[in-house]
């Protein structure tokens, strides 16, 4: 949100028709009808409306970073072709069934109550080779429980803190 508590416009990005990467940082917008015919690959956005329609067939879309101030429906991303990384962590998704079928899905990052529920609904999307607890409390059980369930091989893990460089 701005200083004046509404959220951004995005249609002055319309200016950079080579725009690849949009990371909206501690600002919301409430629409992404501008990024429609823009070639972003990677997306990390507050919505304030949650209204994922304008991502609907995007071409481009590989990596979408979501929080949402009101619940979203994930529908319109079964149309977008490219779509490999997906955080619903900061993100109110009723209804998690739709992950299922996101084929090119290899990344997903969901809460423990996300979790949950995608797992109670038996949607588990089928291709992930990565999957991410974003609660700041999950256990490496919790951890490998989940990556277990969704069919990763868990045998030989390596747990880690702090940053890795090359």
């Given at each position: 949100?701005?200083?004046?508590?509404?959220?951004?416009?995005?249609?002055?990005?319309?200016?950079?028709?080579?725009?690849?990467?949009?990371?909206?940082?501690?600002?919301?917008?409430?629409?992404?009808?501008?990024?429609?015919?823009?070639?972003?690959?990677?997306?990390?956005?507050?919505?304030?409306?949650?209204?994922?329609?304008?991502?609907?067939?995007?071409?481009?879309?590989?990596?979408?970073?979501?929080?949402?101030?009101?619940?979203?429906?994930?529908?319109?991303?079964?149309?977008?072709?490219?779509?490999?990384?997906?955080?619903?962590?900061?993100?109110?998704?009723?209804?998690?069934?739709?992950?299922?079928?996101?084929?090119?899905?290899?990344?997903?990052?969901?809460?423990?109550?996300?979790?949950?529920?995608?797992?109670?609904?038996?949607?588990?999307?089928?291709?992930?080779?990565?999957?991410?607890l974003a609660d700041e409390d999950a256990t490496?059980?919790?951890?490998?429980?989940?990556?277990?369930?969704?069919?990763?091989?868990?045998?030989?893990?390596?747990?880690?803190?702090?940053?890795?460089?090359?």
């Amino acid at each position: 949100m701005r200083g004046d508590g509404r959220p951004h416009q995005l249609s002055p990005v319309t200016a950079a028709p080579r725009l690849r990467r949009l990371h909206l940082n501690r600002s919301t917008t409430g629409d992404l009808t501008p990024l429609r015919d823009l070639p972003v690959e990677s997306l990390h956005v507050t919505l304030a409306q949650g209204d994922l329609a304008p991502l609907a067939g995007h071409a481009h879309l590989t990596s979408l970073d979501l929080t949402t101030t009101a619940p979203t429906d994930l529908t319109p991303l079964h149309s977008v072709p490219h779509l490999r990384g997906l955080d619903l962590s900061g993100a109110d998704a009723p209804d998690l069934t739709v992950l299922a079928d996101l084929p090119e899905l290899r990344y997903l990052a969901l809460t423990g109550r996300q979790r949950t529920a995608l797992l109670a609904g038996d949607a588990v999307p089928r291709h992930l080779a990565a999957a991410r607890l974003a609660d700041e409390d999950a256990t490496l059980d919790d951890a490998l429980a989940w990556a277990a369930r969704l069919g990763l091989d868990t045998a030989n893990t390596l747990r880690t803190t702090g940053m890795i460089t090359p």
